[in-house]
Structure formats: C-alpha cells, structure tokens
C-alpha cells in the first residue's frame, strides 16, 4: 500500500504559476490523478494520467492552464498550474488506483496541499 504525499502548495499571486508534486512510497501501476476541495464545496476532479503517461484527461476548468504529468522513477506525480485564478483555491489533492474522474474509484488518498490564490 502506497502512501502519497504532496507538496508545492501555497500562496500566489493571480496569474502566477505553482508545480504540485505527489511522490509515493512504492512504485504505483495505476492511473494518478489530482482532486481538489474548495472551503464549502464538494471535492473536485482537476486531472489523471495513465500508469504509461500516454493519456491524460482534464476537467474543463483545468484544461489549457494545467498539466499534469509523472516520472514513474520517481515515483512521482506532478501538477502543473499556470494562470491560476482565485477560483482555484483549494487543498488539492492527489490520489492512485482509480478511474477517470471518479473520486469513489481511487484507494489510496494524500494528506493534501493546501493552493491559495490571491486577486
């Protein structure tokens, strides 16, 4: 069983970029994706990947701002967040072992990191 820490979080300016990582303690074959939950609000879908990183999907409000992407020697998972806007405050989240956008598929849960963006 993997356990998945993430890091990167914090406070930015609008318009400014952050990079999430996720790294795992073993080696995980299996689709990785990034949810995220705004105070108040039902967690959300951002993006997955593939065990191979040969196909990605993103939710609409992600797409073209975000990439995500990983490095299986690593073990690692990261989340690339361009022109961040203050609707993307939020703790995100990074999970394994599931399918698509469905957060009721995924096993195995990070703590979190908290993504602040100020106006």
């Known amino acids: 069983q993997a356990q998945l820490v993430e890091s990167g979080g914090g406070l930015v300016q609008a318009g400014g970029s952050l990079r999430l990582s996720c790294a795992a303690s073993?080696?995980?074959?299996?689709?990785m994706a990034w949810f995220r939950q705004a105070p108040g609000k039902e967690r959300e879908f951002v993006a997955t990947?593939?065990?191979?990183?040969?196909?990605?999907i993103y939710a609409n409000s992600a797409k073209g701002r975000f990439t995500i992407s990983r490095d299986n020697a690593k073990n690692t998972v990261y989340l690339q967040m361009n022109s961040l806007k203050p609707e993307d405050t939020a703790v995100y989240y990074c999970a394994s072992g599931g399918r698509g956008a469905n957060d009721r598929t995924y096993d195995y849960w990070g703590q979190g990191t908290q993504v602040t963006v100020s106006s």
């Open positions: 990947i593939t065990w191979t990183g040969s196909s990605t």
């Open positions: 073993a080696r995980t074959y299996s689709n």
